[in-house]
């Protein structure tokens, strides 16, 4: 009976080059680091000599109520349980703009996502498969 031979390959690595320092040999062997280059002085605070102090962001004043504040608006106003859709249609003629292709089933979820949230304290309660009507604490 003849014998196999096996014969390895030898695997090379290949040596990456050393990346650059962010620091400068000098004559001597020592580093010291490079300097970043600064950038200018405002004139204004160059003459008024303060420091840099950010803008405060303006807070953005709320004018319009949301999708789920009008929809308790309408509940309260309807004194009585309405299904999704026609919360929806309703909210939507007095004024909110959506561009969802479903807004009933975005209120439908906001009011599910309150009353599991806030319980007793919430704006809605359900009355049935997709029915909600207005608790106490919606005409507040």
């Known amino acids: 009976m003849a014998t196999k031979k096996t014969t390895s390959k030898k695997t090379t690595t290949k040596k990456t080059p050393a990346k650059k ?19 200018k002085p405002n004139s204004k605070r160059a003459a008024t000599n303060q420091p840099d102090a950010k803008p405060q962001k303006a807070r953005r004043k709320r004018s319009k109520l949301s999708g789920l504040d009008m ?26 703009k ?19 949230d806030r319980g007793s304290d919430s704006r809605f309660a359900k009355t049935g498969r997709g029915e909600f009507e207005a608790t106490d604490k919606a005409g507040s």
Do not use: D, H, Q
């Open 21 to 39: 320092s962010t620091t400068a040999k000098m004559p001597s062997g020592k580093k010291t680091p490079t300097k970043k280059p600064t950038r």
């Open 98 to 116: 959506t561009n969802g292709k479903t807004p009933y089933a975005t209120l439908y979820s906001a009011m599910l996502r309150e009353i599991a």
């Open 71 to 96: 929809a308790a608006i309408v509940l309260a106003e309807a004194g009585e349980p309405l299904r999704s859709k026609e919360i929806a249609r309703r909210v939507i003629a007095k004024g909110w």
